[in-house]
């Protein structure tokens, strides 16, 4: 039955999947959550038997990672069922009214190699020179950072020390300078030339927004999009929702708005 049960259900995905709307989207994700919770039901009321100790230690353990599993399953199909479709608010036509954006690229032991692509593509966005600034905020502290800094034409801002990592860099950034927005580079993100232009508008249409937070798009391919390109409804990310430095992220926010960042 559990192998007939599976087979059907593997037929029906691969049947549905190739009609692209967003019902059979739904109908996909009601039919994973219910197998996988019809399974996960049967390995709690039919499998938890142990006749000793070490049999208990390592089945209970599989029976944790199994349910992690599916925790996070079910919150991934929440996170994503439903994504927004914002449109770019463009800009008004009198750049006197455009606000003044500081750029923050924080780093702490990458490579300046890394570091110096992000910087010179953020000078490369096409946005008024009178109201845009860049700081390289090295937590590192490296001369030969502060050395491209000068040589690039940025701000470069350290601290005496490291305390709350990257938070509290960008909190000591934040006291140091006074643009009207705030965007946060990851020190490995290559931004492209109109990225303040699509994202600048919607804080100037709607005096309550605090942040804007883009999607990621990568030059090599994630695991799952290397797997199951995407087909453009859904935003490409990367396997983890936490920003370690390895991870594209783009964001921006409202200066008077913003919290301590965490």
């Known amino acids: 039955m559990q192998v007939g049960m599976g087979v059907c259900v593997i037929l029906l995905m691969l049947l549905l999947g190739r009609l692209q709307s967003y019902t059979v ?48 399953l079910v919150l991934g199909y929440f996170q994503s069922i439903m994504p927004l ?8 036509e009198d750049l006197s009214q455009w606000p ?4 923050y690229i924080p780093t702490y032991n990458e490579s300046l190699d ?36 000068a040589a690039a034409g940025v701000g470069y801002i350290t601290r005496s020390d490291n305390r709350h990592a990257k938070a509290g860099n960008l909190n000591n950034a ?19 030339r109109a990225f303040l232009q699509a994202t600048v508008g919607s804080f100037l249409q709607d005096a309550r927004l605090a942040l804007v937070q883009t ?38 926010m409202r200066r008077s708005s913003a919290a301590p960042a965490r």
């Open 25 to 72: 989207t739904l109908i996909l994700i009601v039919v994973s959550v219910a197998v996988s919770t019809r399974y996960l039901y049967w390995r709690t009321t039919q499998t938890l038997v142990f006749d000793n100790g070490l049999e208990a230690f390592l089945g209970i353990g599989l029976y944790l990672a199994e349910t992690y599993a599916w925790l996070i």
């Open 85 to 92: 479709k914002r449109s770019i608010r463009p800009l008004p």
């Open 100 to 103: 003044t954006v500081d750029i």
């Open 114 to 149: 890394v570091v110096q692509d992000t910087v010179l593509a953020a000078q490369n966005i096409d946005y008024p020179a009178d109201k845009l600034r860049i700081y390289l905020l090295d937590d590192g502290r490296r001369p030969e950072f502060g050395a491209f800094a």
């Open 174 to 192: 934040l006291s140091l300078t006074d643009g009207e927005l705030i965007c946060i580079f990851d020190c490995d993100h290559v931004s492209t």
């Open 215 to 252: 999607p990621h798009h990568f030059y090599s391919p994630t695991p799952s999009s290397a797997t199951s390109p995407p087909d453009g409804r859904f935003p490409t990310r990367a396997s983890c929702s936490t920003a370690p430095y390895n991870r594209a992220t783009t964001s921006g």
